[in-house]
């Protein structure tokens, strides 16, 4: 099974900071068609996971632009480029590539300092 | 409206069942395949069980394998999960959730406690 390795586990940032999670694989996940699906969520307190990107990069509709994805093969990033209150919550990575099992990170918890 | 909205989740002992559902609305229910994914209290989200467009193939994790059983009925966009034989380690909110060329919905979820 393909194990993602999200770091760091805590992330205490600063009000219109900029903040980075990382999302390590254990295995590349380009997929044989060529598309890497590795997708990003948020969860605030008490709600639902929420899309935020889709295969890497993409922004899902809604999403503010000061969340953007990057990466390739093993090694995945999220950024917030200028950390709001309302980002509050934990942040986790999930591959489709090689599922069955679909997989998660462990999540990052963001908050503010 | 796209959604999805759980139920039939509540309080049951050791051993018993529970089947959840899941109503889907707003998109054709029918091109997707669908996942349930559970978070146990206070902790990360792990996957359950997957099912695709026409209930033909079916997945699970290990954890639930041979306990619990996917299906949907396109005619209703509903899907569902039987689940039996449950354990207190499958206390959980459970989520039913889309999949789009990965996943990307997810309903309001449904608590299925598990205890004696």
């Known amino acids: 099974d393909v194990v993602l390795t999200q770091s760091p586990l805590s992330l205490p940032v600063t009000l219109g900071q900029p903040a980075s999670i990382s999302c390590r694989s254990s295995q590349s996940l380009v997929h044989r068609d060529g598309n890497t699906f590795l997708n990003w969520f948020q969860q605030r307190p008490g709600q639902s996971p929420r899309l935020l990107i889709y295969r890497v990069s993409n922004r899902d509709s809604g999403v503010p632009d000061r969340f953007s994805g990057s990466g390739s093969g093993t090694d995945f990033t999220l950024r917030i480029s200028r950390v709001e209150a309302e980002d509050v919550g934990v942040y986790y990575c999930l591959q489709g590539t090689h599922g069955p099992p679909w997989t998660f990170g462990q999540g990052t918890k963001v908050e503010i300092k | 409206e796209v959604q999805l909205v759980e139920s039939g989740g509540g309080l049951v002992q050791p051993g018993g069942s529970l089947r959840l559902s899941c109503a889907a609305s707003g998109f054709t229910f029918s091109s997707y395949w669908m996942h349930w994914v559970r978070q146990a209290p206070g902790k990360g989200l792990m996957w359950v069980s997957h099912v695709n467009n026409d209930g033909g193939n079916t997945n699970y994790a290990d954890s639930v394998r041979g306990r619990f059983t996917i299906s949907r009925d396109n005619a209703k966009d509903t899907l569902y999960l039987q689940m039996n034989s449950l354990r207190v380690e499958d206390t959980a909110m459970y989520y039913c959730?889309?999949?789009?060329?990965?996943?990307?919905?997810w309903g309001q979820g449904t608590l299925v406690t598990v205890s004696s």
């Open positions: 959730v889309r999949d789009n060329g990965g996943i990307d919905l």
